[in-house]
C-alpha cells in the first residue's frame, strides 16, 4: 500500500469521528469501534511499506550526501594543492627576483670598481705622460738656451 492509500484511510477514520453522533453527556463522539480499529489496522499494515520506502529513500539521500561530501572533500583537497603549488611558485618567483637583484647590485659594484680603476690608471698614465712632457719640455727649454748662447758667441772658422 503506498502512502495516498493510508491518507484515504485515515480520512476515512477522520470522517467516522467527524460524522459520529454526539453522546448525551460530554464532548466525544460515538463511532463504529470495529469500522475505526478496522482502518487502524489497515494503516498499521500499510505503514511498514511506507517505513521501508521511506528508509530506501533516506538511505539514497543519505548516500547522495556522502557522495557529495567526499566529491566537496576532493574539490577541496584540489584546492588546497593548488594553492600550495601557487604559494610555492610565488616563493620562487620571490626568491628568483630576490636572486636577480643581488646579480644587478654585484655587477653594478664590479662596474662601478672597474671604473674607478679605470680612472686610476689613466690618471696615472696621465701622470706620467706629464712627467715626460715636463722633462722633455726642460731639455729643449736647455737646448734652446744652449743655443741662445752659442748663438751669441763669435763664430770662429780657423
Not at 477522520?14 to 453527556?25: F, Q, S, V
Not at 584540489?78 to 636572486?99: P, V
Request: without cysteine; aromatic residues 4%; glycine residues 4%.
Amino acid at each position: 500500500m503506498n502512502n495516498n492509500n493510508i491518507e484515504v484511510m485515515l480520512d476515512k477514520l477522520a470522517e467516522m469521528i467527524r460524522l459520529g453522533k454526539k453522546p448525551l453527556i460530554g464532548n466525544g463522539r460515538i463511532i463504529d469501534d470495529m469500522s475505526a480499529l478496522d482502518i487502524i489496522a489497515a494503516v498499521k499494515e500499510a505503514l511498514p511499506d511506507s517505513i521501508a520506502e521511506a528508509r530506501v529513500i533516506i538511505g539514497q539521500r543519505d548516500a547522495l550526501i556522502e557522495d557529495a561530501n567526499r566529491a566537496a572533500n576532493d574539490i577541496l583537497a584540489g584546492a588546497e594543492r593548488e594553492a600550495n603549488r601557487m604559494l610555492s611558485e610565488n616563493e620562487i618567483i620571490i626568491q628568483a627576483r630576490e636572486q636577480a637583484q643581488k646579480i644587478v647590485n654585484d655587477a653594478t659594484a664590479y662596474a662601478n670598481n672597474v671604473i674607478d680603476q679605470s680612472y686610476k690608471q689613466i690618471a696615472n698614465v696621465m701622470n706620467g705622460a706629464e712627467y715626460y712632457l715636463r722633462q722633455t719640455l726642460d731639455d729643449v727649454s736647455a737646448s734652446k738656451q744652449e743655443l741662445f748662447k752659442l748663438m751669441s758667441e763669435p763664430i770662429n772658422r780657423n
